[in-house]
């Protein structure tokens, strides 16, 4: 269970909006894009995020295809031993 909340913390972003009076909740993965690099270089993630959008297809364009999946399997990883354990 421990595995699971380190892996919220590295792979889940969560910004407000408040033009829309709700939170949204994204996952990353580790490594940026080129595409992101050169276009966010100063920014943190969560800029990043306000900047371009929190659309799977912009978080395509932020992150690695790659590494989007590593983050993803982070997260249901541990959900899925927890489970298997249980049985």
């Given amino acids: 269970m421990v595995l699971y909340f ?6 889940i972003r969560e910004a407000c909006i408040p033009t829309e009076n ?5 996952s990353v993965g580790p490594k940026r894009s080129d595409f992101a690099e050169k276009t966010f270089p100063q920014d ?4 990043m995020l306000e ?3 929190f659309e ?11 590494s989007i999946l590593v983050g993803r399997v982070r997260l ?3 959900c899925v031993w927890l489970l ?4």
């Fill in 44 to 47: 943190g993630d969560w800029t």
């Fill in 6 to 11: 380190v892996a919220v913390q590295i792979n």
């Fill in 76 to 78: 249901f990883g541990p």
């Fill in 22 to 26: 709700k939170c949204v909740s994204v």
């Fill in 51 to 53: 900047k371009a959008g």
């Fill in 56 to 66: 799977e297809e912009q978080i395509r364009k932020l992150w690695t295809m790659k």
């Fill in 84 to 87: 298997c354990s249980l049985i």
